[in-house]
């Protein structure tokens, strides 16, 4: 998302990093572009407009003309305007007891799966949520948000069958929650294909017999300007605490969360980023800016990693490492942290998405390196280490010309392929061995290493050698290991 829109402010700001002074002249024709990128990625004509003056005025401030960079300070002042247009600070939840969310929103938007998502969440938190099911008009609405319930292992509350009073069944489920073990309930209600005098009459009966605390309103990121609409009704309606964006990590335009805190006067507060129970995430408008410009998201990279890897774990892992004992078991160790992390990131394009001053050439890794495939290439090698014997994987050397043809067979690849990877394999293992490399290696892994994972993150495979990268990898983050795991040559940071 915001894909086109990245692509536009990135050539401005190359052309203007590239004068040694800014002119009133070089800001309108920057600004031509940028507005005409804002509103091809369905940004409401208002905002745009807004925007583009709020960055004007403050590009041509006598502080900005006397700048010994001037390009740089556009930057600045560009990161600042989105972080204000989105929200300024993250804004989190009112949970004060008795603690009662009522997700509103169309069909389609997401209400059901976005009302599991945000219970898995708190639970994470260390609260006990439950989910209260009010939705009687979607065909299997019920049954949904119970199998997503049974999944992330939270208590549900199922109306009576063949209940069509929406408030009699809130009042049910609020009863029901006397023989519960809770802190938060979420209630998932109906939708419409459009807002209508029906569901506003029966979302304003719920919310007067309820009071929650929030009302969050689920929105589809990919109906763009729509998007905007519905959530100005449903808060003239029914007024809306907060908003919650999914489908944050498709392809459309992604004006939807540059319009709706300006129109609605109120926050974002979580954005969906993939299918799965754990891809709900906290919308922090400093950080969506900085991946709205192409900067990444550090912290957000460091807080996927944090939950997702195991920091004992990781460690005996980069223990067997520095002491030279790396096989294809300490290998597979590796590969396994890094698919959960690409999981959780949406893929190996959306964790390198994360890392600063990646983004911008993600096109162009795109293209050399047809990185579509690169989730694919890490099962591929997955594939070839789990149909190795348990002493091939101990003992690599071993690996002869049959045992490759039959591990090759087993793993569905072709011999060249693995061929490849045999030989990067030993050129990686070969730098384990030599302290003087390792050290260097380590070095580049970021000594300091994220907070809470040691003494670094684990290496991950094909990370280091990325072309196109440009540069090393954050502190931090790994690096050094051979690029051509995931295609394309290799390159020395």
Request: charged share 25%; aromatic share 4%; with cysteine.
């Amino acid at each position: 998302m915001f894909g086109a829109l990245s692509d536009t402010l990135d050539n401005v700001f190359r052309k203007l990093r590239g004068l040694g002074k800014i002119s009133e002249s070089n800001i309108n024709d920057a600004l031509r572009e940028v507005r005409m990128a804002l509103l091809e990625a369905d940004v409401d004509f208002t905002v745009a407009k807004e925007f583009i003056a709020h960055v004007k005025e403050k590009s041509l401030g006598e502080e900005v003309l006397k700048g010994v960079k001037p390009g740089e300070q556009i930057v600045k002042i560009f990161h600042d305007e989105l972080v204000a247009l989105l929200g300024g600070v993250a804004e989190g939840l009112n949970l004060a007891p008795p603690a009662r969310i009522l997700m509103v929103g169309l069909n389609g938007a997401g209400k059901t799966t976005t009302s599991a998502k945000l219970a898995l969440k708190l639970k994470k938190e260390g609260r006990r949520p439950v989910l209260i099911a009010c939705d009687l008009y979607r065909p299997a609405a019920i049954e949904q948000l119970a199998m997503l319930a049974k999944e992330i292992d939270v208590p549900v509350f199922r109306p009576e069958t063949g209940e069509t009073n929406v408030l009699k069944a809130v009042k049910a489920g609020v009863k029901w929650l006397d023989t519960q073990a809770w802190n938060v309930v979420i209630f998932d209600t109906a939708g419409r294909q459009e807002v209508d005098d029906a569901l506003v009459k029966e979302l304003k009966e719920v919310r007067d017999f309820l009071n929650p605390g929030e009302v969050l309103l689920v929105a589809d990121a990919a109906t763009g300007q729509q998007a905007v609409s519905v959530a100005k009704t449903f808060n003239d309606a029914v007024g809306v605490t907060g908003i919650v964006l999914t489908k944050l990590d498709g392809d459309a335009r992604g004006g939807a969360a540059l319009s709706m805190r300006t129109i609605t006067q109120k926050p974002i507060k979580f954005a969906g980023m993939g299918e799965k129970m754990d891809q709900l995430d906290a919308f922090v408008p400093d950080r969506m800016a900085q991946r709205i410009l192409g900067m990444g998201d550090i912290v957000g990279l460091v807080e996927k990693a944090a939950e997702v890897i195991d920091e004992e774990e990781a460690m005996r892992s980069m223990e067997r490492m520095m002491s030279g004992e790396f096989d294809f078991n300490s290998f597979l160790d590796q590969l396994k942290m890094m698919k959960k992390l690409t999981e959780s990131s949406g893929g190996l394009m959306g964790l390198l998405g994360l890392i600063p001053g990646v983004g911008k050439q993600i096109k162009q890794m795109k293209e050399q390196m047809k990185m579509a495939a690169g989730d694919d290439k890490i099962k591929r090698i997955e594939a070839m280490i789990l149909s190795m014997t348990p002493k091939e994987r101990k003992k690599p050397e071993i690996i002869n010309g049959g045992r490759r043809k039959r591990i090759a067979a087993g793993s569905g690849n072709t011999p060249n392929e693995l061929n490849q990877f045999l030989k990067q394999f030993q050129q990686m293992r070969g730098m384990m061995k030599d302290k003087g490399k390792m050290a260097g290696l380590m070095g580049m892994m970021g000594g300091g290493g994220m907070p809470g994972m040691g003494s670094g993150m684990p290496g991950m495979p094909g990370m280091g050698g990325m072309p196109g990268m440009g540069g090393r990898m954050p502190k931090g983050m790994p690096g050094g290991m051979p690029g051509g795991f995931f295609g394309g040559k290799k390159k020395r940071w």
